[in-house]
C-alpha cells in the first residue's frame, strides 16, 4: 500500500525559503503511471492546488504560484521536494503531498500524506 | 476558488443530502473529470469519488456522483454522524492548465 510522508522545519521566516520532502513508501516514484504533486491548506481555509511533477521529469504549477515554486524528484530516495522562496504569512498552511494517476486533465489525488503545518513568522 | 460549493448543508441521521459543485465552460462543462474529497477533522483529504461516478475501494455505496453540464454533485444517502466532515470537489481548469478545487462544504448531521 502506497503511503506519502511530508518532512521539513514547521516555521520559517518572512522572505526565506521553505523546503518539504515528501517520501514515498511501498511503491516507486519512477512508475510512469502516476504524476507526484502538492496542494496546501491555510488553517480554517480550503485546498489549493500548488503543482505537480511528471515522470517526463517537466513540471506544471499554479500560475498564483509559478515565480515562487519549484518541484523536483530524488529517485536515489524515493522522494519529491517542494522549495518555495520569498514566503509570507500568506504561505502558512498545512501542505499536503499526494500522488496522481497520470492522463490528460482527469487526474485526482490519491493517497494524500498526513500533511505539515509550516508557519511563517519572524 | 474556481468551483463553487456551499458553505454548508445539514441533515438528520438517515436523511439524503447534496453537495453541489458549480464550475464553468473551461472546467467542469469541458468535460474534465469531478472528484470528490472528504476530510475529517484534523485529517488529510481522501479520496471519496473520482472521474465523477466511482467509488474507491472502500467507500460505502451511500456515496455517489453525478455530474451535468458546468454542475457536479455529491449525495450522501442514510446520513451517519460519521459522514460530519469537509467535502471537496476538484476537477482540472483548461484556461490555467492546473487543477481546481471547490470551496468547501460542511456537513453537520443534526
Known amino acids: 500500500q502506497l503511503q506519502l510522508q511530508e518532512s521539513g522545519p514547521g516555521l520559517v521566516k518572512p522572505s526565506e525559503t521553505l523546503s518539504l520532502t515528501c517520501t514515498v513508501s511501498g511503491g516507486s516514484i519512477t512508475n510512469n503511471n502516476y504524476y507526484w504533486g502538492w496542494i496546501r491548506q491555510p488553517p480554517g481555509k480550503g485546498l489549493e492546488w500548488i503543482g505537480n511533477h511528471y515522470y517526463s521529469g517537466s513540471t506544471n504549477y499554479n500560475p498564483s504560484l509559478k515565480s515562487r515554486v519549484t518541484i523536483f524528484v530524488d529517485t536515489s530516495k524515493n522522494q519529491f521536494s517542494l522549495k518555495l522562496i520569498s514566503v509570507t504569512a500568506a504561505d502558512t498552511a498545512v501542505y499536503y503531498c499526494?500522488?496522481?494517476?497520470?492522463?490528460?486533465?482527469?487526474?485526482?489525488?490519491?493517497?494524500w500524506g498526513q500533511g505539515a503545518l509550516v508557519t511563517v513568522s519572524s | 476558488s474556481v468551483l463553487t460549493q456551499p458553505p454548508s448543508v445539514s441533515g438528520a441521521p438517515g436523511q439524503r443530502v447534496t453537495i453541489s459543485c458549480t464550475g464553468s465552460s473551461s472546467n467542469i462543462g469541458a468535460s474534465y473529470a469531478v472528484h470528490w474529497y472528504q476530510q475529517l477533522p484534523g485529517t488529510a483529504p481522501k479520496l471519496l469519488i473520482y472521474?465523477?461516478?466511482n467509488r474507491p475501494s472502500g467507500v460505502p455505496d451511500r456515496f455517489s456522483g453525478s455530474k451535468s453540464g458546468t454542475s457536479a454533485s455529491l449525495a450522501i444517502t442514510g446520513l451517519q454522524a460519521e459522514d460530519e466532515a469537509d467535502y471537496y470537489c476538484q476537477s482540472y481548469d483548461s484556461s490555467l492548465s492546473g487543477y481546481v478545487f471547490g470551496t468547501g462544504t460542511k456537513v453537520t448531521v443534526l
Open positions: 499526494a500522488r496522481l494517476p497520470s492522463g490528460s486533465g482527469t487526474e485526482w489525488f490519491d493517497p
Open positions: 472521474g465523477n461516478t
